[in-house]
């Protein structure tokens, strides 16, 4: 079982003493491998994860394949949102970008533990609004800003969620979560390389330079962390 001072999931981190001690019996720490997918689109979800080390991808898929990013979870929050709001079943899907591990419990356990505490309700609530606000703010990003300052919020974004500045990835699962084709995508990489503020080797995207990634994400990306810190930290 975790112990809270110990847990680097914020969401856990951040709870009164008390609404940690109702979910702490039913805790599991469990892997996460890339690839893996934690919920899957229609089906009711069995549980949530607090995520520890790793990052998870939030992706709406349309019935012709295609899918596209619809926000990122990591040490800052958990996966299983719906069951927050009682929803059980949503026709996104939770897939597991970055392996790591993460504390997991059943969603009946979860929603016992809210009616239990209302403090653990509103705070787990206000996370839900800043997830929300993460997923418009994507929205936002993918029909206003350039394919430059697109990849700039989200190799931020993931920058946010590691240890270090190496970012397990590929031009595929890029093009994919962003919605672009793989020419443009190269590109949009090969610019960003070309000013050395990034580096790439196969597999992996470094960051080198987060200052001028910043600066060319301008405002599509800060919103959304912003409310977060609000919301959660505040």
Same mark, same amino acid.
């Not at 934690?38 to 790793?54: C, K, N, Q, S, Y």
């Not at 079943?89 to 979860?110: F, H, I, L, N, Y």
């Given at each position: 079982?975790?112990?809270?001072?110990?847990?680097?999931?914020? $969401?856990?981190?951040?709870?009164?003493?008390?609404?940690? @001690? =109702?979910?702490?019996?039913? $805790?599991?720490?469990?892997?996460? %491998?890339?690839?893996? #997918?934690?919920?899957?689109?229609? !089906?009711?979800?069995?549980?949530?994860?607090?995520?520890? *080390?790793?990052?998870?991808?939030?992706?709406?898929?349309?019935?012709?394949?295609?899918?596209?990013? =619809?926000?990122?979870?990591?040490?800052? +929050?958990?996966?299983?949102?719906? #069951? &927050?709001?009682?929803?059980?079943?949503?026709?996104?899907? +939770?897939?597991?970008?970055?392996?790591?591990?993460?504390?997991?419990?059943?969603?009946?356990?979860?929603?016992?533990?809210?009616?239990?505490?209302?403090?653990? *309700?509103?705070? =787990?609530?206000?996370?839900?609004? @800043?997830?929300?606000?993460?997923? @418009?703010?994507?929205? $936002?990003?993918?029909?206003?800003?350039?394919?430059?300052?697109?990849?700039?919020?989200? =190799?931020? /974004?993931?920058?946010?969620?590691?240890?270090?500045?190496?970012?397990?990835?590929?031009?595929?699962? &890029?093009?994919? /979560?962003?919605?672009?084709?793989?020419?443009?995508?190269?590109?949009?990489? %090969? !610019?960003?390389?070309?000013?050395?503020?990034?580096? !790439?080797? *196969?597999? !992996?995207?470094? #960051? *080198?330079?987060?200052?001028?990634?910043?600066?060319? @994400?301008?405002?599509?990306?800060?919103?959304?962390?912003?409310?977060?810190?609000?919301?959660?930290?505040?």
């Amino acid at each position: 079982m975790p112990i809270q001072d110990q847990c680097r999931n914020h $969401l856990l981190s951040v709870l009164k003493p008390d609404d940690f @001690a =109702l979910l702490r019996p039913d $805790l599991d720490d469990v892997p996460l %491998a890339v690839g893996e #997918v934690l919920i899957a689109a229609d !089906t009711p979800i069995p549980r949530v994860w607090f995520v520890e *080390r790793g990052i998870v991808s939030l992706i709406a898929a349309s019935e012709d394949a295609g899918q596209i990013e =619809l926000g990122l979870v990591g040490r800052e +929050g958990m996966v299983g949102v719906p #069951v &927050l709001l009682d929803a059980g079943r949503t026709p996104d899907e +939770g897939r597991v970008q970055m392996a790591g591990t993460a504390w997991s419990m059943p969603c009946g356990k979860m929603r016992e533990a809210m009616r239990d505490s209302p403090s653990l *309700r509103d705070g =787990l609530l206000r996370y839900v609004q @800043a997830a929300n606000v993460q997923v @418009a703010s994507t929205a $936002l990003a993918n029909g206003r800003y350039m394919l430059e300052q697109r990849l700039a919020r989200w =190799l931020l /974004m993931c920058h946010d969620r590691v240890d270090g500045d190496l970012l397990p990835t590929t031009h595929r699962f &890029l093009s994919l /979560m962003l919605g672009v084709n793989r020419t443009g995508l190269t590109t949009a990489v %090969a !610019t960003l390389e070309r000013a050395n503020v990034i580096a !790439t080797r *196969r597999g !992996t995207i470094t #960051v *080198r330079r987060r200052a001028a990634l910043l600066r060319l @994400a301008g405002d599509s990306y800060g919103v959304a962390e912003a409310e977060y810190a609000r919301l959660v930290d505040g």
